[in-house]
Structures are given as C-alpha cells and as structure tokens.
C-alpha cells in the first residue's frame, strides 16, 4: 500500500464547477500537509498548507481528518487555469529526520 | 528573484557514460535535496543535504552520488547511468525540511539508452 495515495483521475469539470480532491496517508504520525500544484512538464509549487482546523485561501478550500487519515482539497467555481495535476505531500519524522512523501497526484482538466 | 537553477534541463545520453546535473540556488537555503519523478509514482527523495558537506540517502539513493562543497550547489552525479534511471529530476532548495518552504528547479528531463 502507497503511504499517499490519491485518485489520479483525470478529473473532468466544466468552467464553474466545483471539484473536490482527496488524499489517504498511511503514518497515523504524520504532523505536516500541504497541497502542491504542477502544470505540465513543469516543477510542483507549494498551493497550501492543510490546517487542523481546515483552511481557505480564494477559491481554494482544504480540510485535514486526522481520524480517518485524509486530507482534501475543494477548487469552488473552477478556471481555465485550474487545469493541473495536484500532489498531496505528507511530511513526517522517518528515522530521525523529517521526511516528505509526496502523493502521485490528481490529474484536473477543466473544460470551457 | 528565488530561484533553483538545474542543468542541463534535457539529455539523452547512452548507458555508462557518467554525468552530472548541476544545481545552485540563490536563497541561501540550507536545506537541498533531489527528486526522481515517474509516472504513477509521485515524486522520490533520492539524496538531500542538511548542509555544507552534510548529506544522506533519501528513498532512491541507488545508482546516485551527491556532493555539498558549498552552500549554493548541489550536484547530481550519475556515475554508470543505466536506462531505469530515465527520468524527470527536481532539485529542491528550502529554509527547512518541512513542506512549505520548499524551491524546486525546472526539471531535468533525462534519457538513458
């Protein structure tokens, strides 16, 4: 079993939509979440930091469920520029050190 | 401007021969490491560095050595490339090892035949 794993899709969605993401981690230790977003051929940048309390910036929502091990990220009234592939990343502590895994990513296509 | 500067950012090169990606940054960042992308995958460690000549294996360190000489650069060197090291590479640059303050280059795109 993938310590992050997430549904690639592609996700297909209109302009406008509302799409929601989500991401199962697997180390019930796991401190720190973040949502990195990767345009094609293209290096991850940091979207946001997943919140306890869950957390929004703009359009973007993100949410943490510690029991349940998952984390989502909900895009509300979907752009054009919207479409990329984004990664959920888990950092934890691994033999002493901090460790980030990254997820294989969710695939977003939105469509005009 | 921040930035993490890998080179080159395409190669195809042949089975054996040695060769080396560079990467420097300029935000004199402690922390920097190197990734391996491949689909289905998500993105593997394969060496990352606390510092000037502090570095340890990641997750894929196999077929890899690094160097830390100097805060700014860290080299990846492939000393007998085979073709399953045919992959997309990211040098990363961060304050911290923690995920929010992390600089990725553009990306190395890299054959092995």
């Known amino acids: 079993r993938k310590e992050v794993e997430q549904d690639p899709g592609p996700f297909n969605v209109p302009e406008g939509a509302t799409v929601a993401f989500n991401c199962t981690y697997s180390n019930s230790a796991s401190q720190s979440f973040f949502w990195y977003r990767q345009d094609c051929r293209k290096e991850p940048k940091l979207l946001m930091s997943v919140y306890s309390s869950g957390n929004e910036d703009g359009r973007f929502t993100a949410q943490l469920n510690r029991a349940s091990q998952y984390i989502s990220l909900l895009i509300r009234d979907s752009k054009l520029s919207d479409s990329a592939t984004y990664l959920c990343v888990v950092s934890a502590m691994d033999t002493g050190r901090r460790a980030l895994t990254f997820g294989s990513g969710t695939r977003l296509q939105v469509q005009p | 401007e921040a930035q993490v500067t890998q080179n080159p950012r395409y190669l195809i090169t042949v089975t054996g021969k040695k060769l080396t990606v560079t990467c420097s940054q300029n935000m004199n960042h402690e922390y920097m490491s190197w990734y391996r992308q491949d689909p289905g995958l998500g993105l593997r460690q394969i060496y990352y560095?606390?510092?000037?000549?502090?570095?340890d294996k990641g997750d894929v360190p196999e077929g890899y050595k690094v160097s830390r000489k100097e805060k700014r650069n860290f080299p990846l060197i492939l000393e007998s490339p085979s073709p399953n090291q045919t992959s997309l590479y990211f040098c990363?640059?961060?304050?911290?090892?923690?995920?929010?303050?992390?600089?990725f280059g553009e990306g190395s795109w890299l054959t092995v035949v």
């Open positions: 990363a640059s961060s304050l911290s090892p923690g995920g929010n303050t992390i600089y």
């Open positions: 560095s606390m510092n000037v000549e502090v570095t």
